[in-house]
Protein backbone atom coordinates (compact mmCIF):
# COMPACT_ATOMS: atom_id res chain seq x y z
CA UNK A 1 0.00 0.00 0.00
CA UNK A 2 1.29 2.93 -0.78
CA UNK A 3 1.81 6.49 1.26
CA UNK A 4 -0.80 8.21 -1.52
CA UNK A 5 -3.50 5.30 -0.69
CA UNK A 6 -3.05 5.23 2.74
CA UNK A 7 -3.30 9.10 2.90
CA UNK A 8 -6.42 9.08 0.81
CA UNK A 9 -7.75 6.48 3.25
CA UNK A 10 -7.30 8.66 6.10
CA UNK A 11 -8.72 11.58 4.36
CA UNK A 12 -11.76 9.60 4.04
CA UNK A 13 -12.18 8.91 7.47
CA UNK A 14 -11.41 12.17 8.96
CA UNK A 15 -14.03 13.54 6.09
CA UNK A 16 -17.05 10.96 7.38
CA UNK A 17 -15.93 11.66 11.05
CA UNK A 18 -16.31 14.82 11.16
CA UNK A 19 -19.72 15.21 9.30
CA UNK A 20 -21.54 11.60 9.92
CA UNK A 21 -23.24 12.89 12.89
CA UNK A 22 -24.86 15.73 10.24
CA UNK A 23 -25.65 13.06 7.88
CA UNK A 24 -27.33 10.37 10.34
CA UNK A 25 -29.18 13.33 12.12
CA UNK A 26 -30.76 14.26 8.50
CA UNK A 27 -31.02 10.56 7.54
CA UNK A 28 -33.70 10.64 10.76
CA UNK A 29 -35.91 13.34 9.73
CA UNK A 30 -36.38 12.72 6.50
CA UNK A 31 -37.34 8.76 7.33
CA UNK A 32 -40.15 10.58 9.96
CA UNK A 33 -40.78 13.12 7.46
CA UNK A 34 -41.46 10.56 4.81
CA UNK A 35 -43.34 8.61 7.04
CA UNK A 36 -45.74 11.14 8.00
CA UNK A 37 -45.34 14.23 5.97
CA UNK A 38 -43.78 17.54 7.48
CA UNK A 39 -46.51 18.37 9.74
CA UNK A 40 -44.71 15.06 12.04
CA UNK A 41 -42.27 17.05 12.56
CA UNK A 42 -41.49 20.00 15.59
CA UNK A 43 -40.00 24.13 15.00
CA UNK A 44 -36.63 22.16 15.89
CA UNK A 45 -36.85 19.06 13.97
CA UNK A 46 -37.89 21.22 11.01
CA UNK A 47 -35.02 23.42 11.80
CA UNK A 48 -32.36 20.62 12.05
CA UNK A 49 -34.10 19.16 8.69
CA UNK A 50 -33.09 22.38 7.04
CA UNK A 51 -29.88 22.84 8.39
CA UNK A 52 -28.65 19.24 8.09
CA UNK A 53 -29.44 19.11 4.49
CA UNK A 54 -27.53 22.02 3.43
CA UNK A 55 -24.66 20.99 5.28
CA UNK A 56 -24.92 17.39 3.69
CA UNK A 57 -25.35 19.06 0.10
CA UNK A 58 -22.01 21.28 1.52
CA UNK A 59 -20.73 17.38 2.10
CA UNK A 60 -21.53 16.06 -1.17
CA UNK A 61 -19.81 18.93 -3.12
CA UNK A 62 -16.76 18.31 -1.15
CA UNK A 63 -17.07 14.93 -1.75
CA UNK A 64 -16.70 14.91 -5.27
CA UNK A 65 -14.21 17.80 -5.15
CA UNK A 66 -11.52 15.49 -3.45
CA UNK A 67 -12.95 12.40 -5.08
CA UNK A 68 -13.99 10.39 -1.93
CA UNK A 69 -15.26 7.02 -2.84
CA UNK A 70 -18.43 6.33 -5.19
CA UNK A 71 -20.08 4.52 -2.10
CA UNK A 72 -19.97 7.43 -0.41
CA UNK A 73 -20.86 9.64 -3.27
CA UNK A 74 -23.60 7.34 -3.91
CA UNK A 75 -24.72 7.80 -0.07
CA UNK A 76 -25.14 11.22 0.11
CA UNK A 77 -26.24 12.21 -3.43
CA UNK A 78 -29.54 9.60 -2.34
CA UNK A 79 -29.78 11.39 1.05
CA UNK A 80 -29.67 14.78 -0.70
CA UNK A 81 -32.19 13.85 -3.32
CA UNK A 82 -34.74 12.62 -0.44
CA UNK A 83 -34.30 15.29 1.29
CA UNK A 84 -34.85 17.83 -1.04
CA UNK A 85 -37.81 16.30 -2.05
CA UNK A 86 -39.04 16.50 1.79
CA UNK A 87 -38.48 19.95 1.98
CA UNK A 88 -39.99 20.99 -1.40
CA UNK A 89 -41.99 18.56 -3.15
CA UNK A 90 -45.77 19.89 -2.78
CA UNK A 91 -47.29 18.59 1.00
CA UNK A 92 -50.41 18.36 0.13
CA UNK A 93 -52.28 15.05 0.04
CA UNK A 94 -53.79 13.07 -2.20
CA UNK A 95 -57.47 13.69 -0.55
CA UNK A 96 -56.85 17.62 -0.71
CA UNK A 97 -55.47 17.18 -4.36
CA UNK A 98 -58.75 15.60 -5.63
CA UNK A 99 -60.57 18.55 -4.17
CA UNK A 100 -58.64 20.92 -5.59
CA UNK A 101 -59.20 19.06 -8.76
CA UNK A 102 -63.33 19.38 -8.59
CA UNK A 103 -63.82 22.08 -6.86
CA UNK A 104 -61.20 24.33 -8.67
CA UNK A 105 -59.01 23.06 -11.54
CA UNK A 106 -62.10 21.63 -13.60
CA UNK A 107 -64.47 24.49 -13.46
CA UNK A 108 -61.90 26.88 -14.16
CA UNK A 109 -60.91 24.54 -17.44
CA UNK A 110 -64.66 24.53 -18.38
CA UNK A 111 -64.88 28.58 -17.80
CA UNK A 112 -61.90 29.28 -19.51
CA UNK A 113 -62.93 26.75 -22.84
CA UNK A 114 -66.61 27.77 -22.95
CA UNK A 115 -66.67 29.09 -26.15
CA UNK A 116 -65.28 26.06 -27.92
CA UNK A 117 -67.24 24.20 -25.01
CA UNK A 118 -70.27 26.04 -26.94
CA UNK A 119 -69.54 25.32 -30.41
CA UNK A 120 -69.27 21.33 -29.71
CA UNK A 121 -72.73 21.08 -27.82
CA UNK A 122 -74.22 23.31 -30.45
CA UNK A 123 -72.48 21.18 -34.11
CA UNK A 124 -74.14 17.78 -31.94
CA UNK A 125 -77.60 19.65 -31.23
CA UNK A 126 -77.59 21.27 -35.23
CA UNK A 127 -76.60 18.26 -36.25
CA UNK A 128 -79.67 16.21 -34.50
CA UNK A 129 -82.09 18.72 -35.54
CA UNK A 130 -81.13 18.37 -39.05
CA UNK A 131 -81.23 14.47 -39.10
CA UNK A 132 -84.61 14.22 -37.15
CA UNK A 133 -85.95 16.76 -39.54
CA UNK A 134 -84.94 14.76 -42.57
CA UNK A 135 -85.88 11.11 -41.48
CA UNK A 136 -88.86 13.01 -40.64
CA UNK A 137 -89.73 13.56 -43.90
CA UNK A 138 -88.13 10.85 -45.66
CA UNK A 139 -87.22 7.52 -43.53
CA UNK A 140 -84.79 6.58 -46.13
CA UNK A 141 -82.31 8.90 -44.54
CA UNK A 142 -82.33 6.62 -41.39
CA UNK A 143 -80.05 4.33 -43.85
CA UNK A 144 -77.58 7.01 -44.54
CA UNK A 145 -76.99 8.27 -41.17
CA UNK A 146 -77.75 5.03 -38.49
CA UNK A 147 -74.72 2.01 -39.48
CA UNK A 148 -76.07 -1.05 -39.57
CA UNK A 149 -74.02 -2.63 -36.17
CA UNK A 150 -75.68 0.72 -34.27
CA UNK A 151 -78.99 0.05 -35.38
CA UNK A 152 -79.48 -3.12 -34.10
CA UNK A 153 -82.42 -3.99 -36.46
CA UNK A 154 -84.17 -1.01 -35.58
CA UNK A 155 -85.83 1.14 -38.36
CA UNK A 156 -88.32 2.82 -39.88
CA UNK A 157 -90.03 -0.19 -41.22
CA UNK A 158 -89.75 -1.39 -37.38
CA UNK A 159 -93.08 -2.62 -35.70
CA UNK A 160 -93.88 -0.20 -32.67
CA UNK A 161 -93.76 -3.83 -30.80
CA UNK A 162 -90.18 -4.02 -31.58
CA UNK A 163 -89.08 -0.63 -31.17
CA UNK A 164 -91.11 -0.83 -27.73
CA UNK A 165 -89.28 -3.97 -26.60
CA UNK A 166 -85.42 -2.48 -27.74
CA UNK A 167 -86.32 0.04 -25.15
CA UNK A 168 -87.94 -2.36 -22.21
CA UNK A 169 -86.57 -5.27 -22.69
CA UNK A 170 -84.89 -7.93 -25.17
CA UNK A 171 -85.56 -7.53 -29.12
CA UNK A 172 -88.00 -10.03 -30.28
CA UNK A 173 -86.56 -12.29 -32.57
CA UNK A 174 -82.84 -11.37 -31.53
CA UNK A 175 -80.19 -12.47 -28.90
CA UNK A 176 -79.52 -8.80 -28.14
CA UNK A 177 -80.56 -7.25 -25.24
CA UNK A 178 -81.30 -3.59 -23.98
CA UNK A 179 -77.96 -4.23 -21.48
CA UNK A 180 -75.83 -5.58 -24.45
CA UNK A 181 -76.83 -2.94 -26.93
CA UNK A 182 -76.00 -0.29 -23.70
CA UNK A 183 -72.55 -1.60 -23.24
CA UNK A 184 -72.04 -1.37 -27.22
CA UNK A 185 -73.29 1.99 -27.15
CA UNK A 186 -71.11 3.17 -24.48
CA UNK A 187 -68.14 1.02 -26.51
CA UNK A 188 -68.74 3.14 -29.42
CA UNK A 189 -69.65 6.69 -27.64
CA UNK A 190 -65.97 6.61 -26.17
CA UNK A 191 -64.02 5.45 -29.21
CA UNK A 192 -65.73 8.31 -30.94
CA UNK A 193 -64.95 10.84 -27.88
CA UNK A 194 -61.36 10.10 -28.22
CA UNK A 195 -61.32 10.46 -32.40
CA UNK A 196 -63.37 13.62 -32.18
CA UNK A 197 -60.40 15.05 -29.87
CA UNK A 198 -57.78 13.72 -31.74
CA UNK A 199 -58.75 14.39 -34.94
CA UNK A 200 -58.80 18.21 -33.51
CA UNK A 201 -55.26 18.36 -34.76
CA UNK A 202 -56.28 18.17 -38.05
CA UNK A 203 -56.80 21.70 -38.31
CA UNK A 204 -60.32 21.08 -36.41
CA UNK A 205 -62.24 19.64 -39.16
CA UNK A 206 -62.67 16.41 -39.04
CA UNK A 207 -63.94 17.31 -35.48
CA UNK A 208 -66.33 19.00 -36.46
CA UNK A 209 -67.44 16.87 -39.09
CA UNK A 210 -67.44 13.79 -36.81
CA UNK A 211 -69.49 15.68 -33.84
CA UNK A 212 -72.38 16.65 -36.77
CA UNK A 213 -72.46 13.32 -37.98
CA UNK A 214 -72.94 12.07 -34.61
CA UNK A 215 -75.76 14.44 -34.14
CA UNK A 216 -77.64 13.11 -37.07
CA UNK A 217 -77.20 9.42 -35.89
CA UNK A 218 -79.03 10.90 -32.54
CA UNK A 219 -81.80 13.20 -34.58
CA UNK A 220 -82.40 9.77 -36.60
CA UNK A 221 -83.07 7.80 -33.91
CA UNK A 222 -85.07 10.32 -32.38
CA UNK A 223 -87.39 10.17 -35.18
CA UNK A 224 -87.60 6.91 -36.07
CA UNK A 225 -89.34 6.38 -32.52
CA UNK A 226 -91.21 9.57 -32.64
CA UNK A 227 -92.64 7.94 -35.93
CA UNK A 228 -93.81 5.07 -33.87
CA UNK A 229 -95.40 6.87 -31.25
CA UNK A 230 -92.41 6.90 -28.67
CA UNK A 231 -90.81 10.16 -28.96
CA UNK A 232 -91.06 10.43 -24.59
CA UNK A 233 -89.74 6.92 -24.23
CA UNK A 234 -86.75 7.30 -26.33
CA UNK A 235 -85.80 10.45 -24.86
CA UNK A 236 -86.00 9.38 -21.42
CA UNK A 237 -83.57 6.51 -22.98
CA UNK A 238 -81.33 8.92 -24.45
CA UNK A 239 -80.92 11.09 -21.32
CA UNK A 240 -79.04 8.66 -19.95
CA UNK A 241 -76.31 8.54 -22.13
CA UNK A 242 -76.96 12.55 -22.88
CA UNK A 243 -76.40 13.48 -19.36
CA UNK A 244 -72.76 11.43 -19.86
CA UNK A 245 -71.86 10.01 -23.18
CA UNK A 246 -72.93 12.18 -25.34
CA UNK A 247 -71.67 15.27 -23.30
CA UNK A 248 -68.17 13.77 -23.04
CA UNK A 249 -68.05 13.88 -27.02
CA UNK A 250 -69.00 17.38 -26.86
CA UNK A 251 -66.19 17.86 -24.31
CA UNK A 252 -63.87 16.39 -26.19
CA UNK A 253 -64.71 18.17 -29.35
CA UNK A 254 -63.96 21.26 -27.48
CA UNK A 255 -60.62 19.91 -27.04
CA UNK A 256 -60.22 19.03 -29.86
CA UNK A 257 -61.24 22.46 -31.55
CA UNK A 258 -58.75 24.46 -29.16
CA UNK A 259 -55.69 22.05 -30.81
CA UNK A 260 -57.35 22.85 -34.13
CA UNK A 261 -57.20 26.88 -33.28
CA UNK A 262 -53.91 26.70 -31.97
CA UNK A 263 -52.86 25.61 -35.32
CA UNK A 264 -54.63 27.30 -37.83
CA UNK A 265 -54.71 30.20 -35.39
CA UNK A 266 -51.06 30.73 -33.49
CA UNK A 267 -50.39 34.08 -33.28
CA UNK A 268 -47.53 35.74 -32.72
CA UNK A 269 -46.18 31.89 -31.07
CA UNK A 270 -44.90 29.18 -32.76
CA UNK A 271 -47.48 26.45 -33.02
CA UNK A 272 -45.71 24.14 -31.31
CA UNK A 273 -45.62 26.68 -28.45
CA UNK A 274 -49.41 27.60 -29.49
CA UNK A 275 -50.35 23.78 -28.63
CA UNK A 276 -48.79 23.87 -25.26
CA UNK A 277 -51.90 25.80 -23.62
CA UNK A 278 -54.30 24.21 -25.63
CA UNK A 279 -53.33 20.67 -24.11
CA UNK A 280 -53.16 22.43 -20.67
Known amino acids: M ?8 LRSVRFRREREPGWTRLEELVAKAEAGGMAKLNFDEARDLTSTYRQTVNSLSVAREISMDQALLNYLDNLAARAYLVIYAPQASIRSLLARLFVSGIPQAFRRSGPVL ?29 PGELAGGRGPSSSREMLEGSLYGDVPGSQNTLASFATYLFSHNTQVAILVFALGVFWALPTAL ?21 GFDVFAWLSIHGVTEISAICVAAAGGAQLGLAILLPGDLSRADALAPAWA
Do not use: E, K
Open 2 to 9: TDTTISSD
Open 118 to 146: LIGFALMFIGALIGYALVMQDSSWYYTFV
Open 210 to 230: LTFYNGTVIGAFFAVFTQAGL
